[in-house]
């Protein structure tokens, strides 16, 4: 037994330890500690497997499980890889797919198909799609891709050029999104690219007609506004060279095409199209803003001559005899200039300078060259101005009407008052009928301001009657434009006006003025005639002035003749005017017609048209146009003015 | 050497605190955290005087001929699939792979489960930081778990983000670890030489009376002019085998030899 105890003889290191320790106990003890050890040992050893069996269950439970997850997973990849397969070969998009680790690059066969390759069917290089990128888009291209992979954008959208297998370029919309690490860095960008290129066309031919005049293929107004700007902007910030603008608008183009047709003239307008594209350089816009009108921009230009030279040289080549559609034509046309410089001006306020100069190139006698004049604009601007008072101030009451007294050079009664619109300027003060009147002759302002003045006369009239009788109420003459006469309107309302007065109407006189040439005498006449036959009298109003002409005299229905103030001022000392003035009278007394001097300021010049028979006078040496007050004072007092011809004096009898 | 309190300081925290105060590179720090025998009611340390609970002490080894030699091995196998610590705070387990820890842990225990945490000690987890690679992993131990919120405390700091794996010993694998430990921290031959073991707790639980055969073969290693003394502790400070750098560790043997150099 002690043998079987000796450690030596067992190999087992547990079993060794044990019976060394049952080498300890007395014998009788020793068994049975021996044999418990042996048993808690097994009931160990039983444990320990069966908790490895156990784990090796578990394990190969959960190993099943995640690999039958990895299964579904797989064919589900798998399916969606057969789908993306499908999709990728029915689109009609190229799909690429770049690892950004490795840098290899998948691209669909779409892709290669796009640009008429073979498809490698294997990883490409990044470089196979960079390298057909257009070298002006390419820097672009990484711009975006490098923006988009440090999470610049949400998406990648870029459009560029690519070169097909054939050397011809494409346009290209990229789009791709980039996958992320769980840190956000980019490991993979995948996208589509789609060809664009009938896109493009479409755009560039919207563009085209949406910036180019379509007849000429010039830039249209919208192109030109938007060029003329940028020049303006570039100069002002970069403080470039300067820039100059010309103007050019053909001469007697409605002529061409009333009388040759508008395809005719459109024939005209495409060649004047080619010459000034043809005289123009790469850096220079020709524009067509509609009609007849052109502009260039010449970019750059040194100074006003170098400006004036190289219109003055397009001129010379425009401005010639062509021959079009079998025809010879004069083309000839009207050009203005301006400078386009670092000076703060809009790009309306310089196409305007320049229009404005090619206006006085017109008014100068056409088919020339007119440099833009900022003094010639400042008194345009003036009267511009000044018209758009002259409306405001018909609205706000400036007007007024003031009454010159006309005496009986016989009797030195006051027989009638010469009505003269006074304008009460807020800033200026009185302004001149001189002044004004032309003005509101050019805007048509005339018909009603006329209008008004005659309603204004007719009520002081009825104002005189209710206190005096009109047997002794004077008359009151109104001054008429013929040009007011030929405006349908007017005539009807003055008609009107004058029918409603009755037996009144005589105390009503109509001074027409004639400062432009008749267009339609006959018209005139009858409408003269017309309003004479209501008993209206018609005095013509400076005459031997202007274009008045002795014929009127014979045709027309004037009752009285009055005299320029002109020939009165001069009549004394200018032996000639005496003799023009006694004549005037002479042959209006031989017509039965009366005559009324204008403009008497002295005593002399009274005695005279007294010794040469004027029937009567007007003027300083009687009175100044007086107020509505002050006339009704003399009007009711019945005041007479003395006229002596044998006394020194005149003087007003009370 | 670094001999803790076992029950009222948290090891992990404890070794980095240490490791900010020495030149890990020249000096080599082991240690233990005391135990009670799986009373968990205290654990005494004492230095220079009777030994105390809530107490570490620190004893520093120098001398020109002075060598130390530090074996430490577990002995565990890792088994099953990688997992991600998805929810952790601290020595706290809640989640891994996005599911509750504690029933994953509990099929595998089987029966065993019953008798949770001591039964714990049969499958502690290796973890490890995958940036720092594979290699870096440590042990943990389960000491408590919390039915309600279905976690699990363990003796050291689980890292959310970090991986895990399950282990498992098989009695031999892990009696075999002392040998391992013990041919690291062998002396030269002949030499006279003491070796400080403080092996876990769990492993005594675990193995049974099996547990003599660790003690006894690792000093057949470490031979007859070798003298031994140890203790069964709740957590083992020694380097990482791969990166040198102090930590602490759960069932393992560390084995730290003194001896002079001739």
Redo the contacts between chains.
Sequence with gaps: MKNLFDPDLITH??LK?QLERSGSFNESERWPYFLK?ID??YC??DR?RR??E??ME??SE??ME?NQGLMAQTNELLRSQERYLLVAKAASDGLWDWDLKTNRIYYSSRWWEMLNLVDKEQDSSIEDWFSRIHHEDVHSVHEHINHHILGGSTRLEVECRIKTNSSQYIWVLIRGLAARDEKGKAVRLAGSQTDITLKKKQDEALYKAAFHDELTGLANRALFMNRLEQVILRKRRLGEKRAALMFVDLDRFKYINDTMGHEYGDEVLKLVASVLKSHTRPTDTVARLGGDEFTVIFDPIDDIEEAKFVAQRIITQLNRMYELAGREIYVSSSIGLTMIDHVQKSPETILRNADLAMYEAKSRGKSRLEIFDQHQYDRLLEKMELTADLRQGKKRNQFEVFYQPIIDMETGAVTCFEALMRWLHPKYGYVSPAKFIPLAEETGLIGTLGQWVLDKVIVQMHAWCDVITPQKCPSISVNISVKQLMDDMFYKKVLQTLDVLGQKRRLIRLEVTESVIMADPKLIIERLKSIHELGVILSIDDFGTGYSSLSYLHNYPFDLIKIDQSFIATMLTDHKSERLVASLIKLSQDLGLKTVAEGIETEGQCKALHALGCTYGQGYLFSEALPPVEASHIVFQGHRYTINPYDEDISLLS | MILSDGLFINGSELTKGVCHSIDTSEVTVTGGLAGDGGVFDETLVGLNGPPQSRQVAALGFYGHNIQINTGSEGGWDE???KRLITRSEGNVLYEVDGKPALPLYK??L???AKGLPGTAL?FPLAIWNEDQGKDSWVIRTIQSINETEQSMQFSGDVPQGWNTRLM?G??DKIIDASVEAARVAEAAPDTPSLSIMISCLGRKILL???I??EV??ASKILGEKNQRIGFYSYGEIAPQRVSKIPMLHNQTMIITTLFEKN
Aim: aromatic share 14%.
């Design positions: 290191s547990l330890k050890q808690m040992a160990e050893s320990e908790i490895t156990h784990t578990v394990m959960e190993i995640i | 088994f099953g699939p099929m595998y089987g029966e065993e049969c498992w098989k009695f049974g009376q099996r003599i055969q006894y073969l």
